[in-house]
Nanobody, 120 residues
Framework: QVQLVESGGGLVQPGGSLRLSCAASGSIASINAMGWYRQAPGKQRELVAHLTSDGSTIYADSVKGRFTISRDGAKATVSLQMNSLKVEDTAVYSC??????????????WGQGTQVTVSS
């Protein structure tokens, strides 16, 4: 069993910054990739940023240059630094992890989500 716990969401004014963190725990043998997705009201969930174990990153075009994903491998934690936030960044942000467990099963796990609201 693997658990992902997110933190760091909240209310921020346009142009402000927030940092989201996601801590993975449980029967983890290795983490192959971690990422952040978001879902705004009335919209489909979309990829925000993705980071593989070899350091490769993918960002949504809408966040390039503003958001940075990073990982603390020793702590099985992934963070998303969000700068120059816009009203359209408002969404529920969820952490995602591609994990191989100690019984060699590989699966994708999700956190519970954290609300980010950008508003003046």
């Amino acid at each position: 069993q693997v658990q992902l716990v997110e933190s760091g969401g909240g209310l921020v004014q346009p142009g402000g910054s927030l940092r989201l963190s996601c801590a993975a725990s449980g029967s983890i043998a290795s983490i192959n990739a971690m990422g952040w997705y978001r879902q705004a009201p009335g919209k489909q969930r979309e990829l925000v940023a993705h980071l593989t174990s070899d350091g490769s990153t993918i960002y949504a075009d809408s966040v390039k240059g503003r958001f940075t994903i990073s990982r603390d491998g020793a702590k099985a934690t992934v963070s998303l630094q969000m700068n120059s936030l816009k009203v359209e960044d408002t969404a529920v942000y969820s952490c995602n992890a591609d994990v191989t467990t100690w019984n060699t099963m590989r699966d994708t796990y999700w956190g519970q989500g954290t609300q980010v609201t950008v508003s003046s």
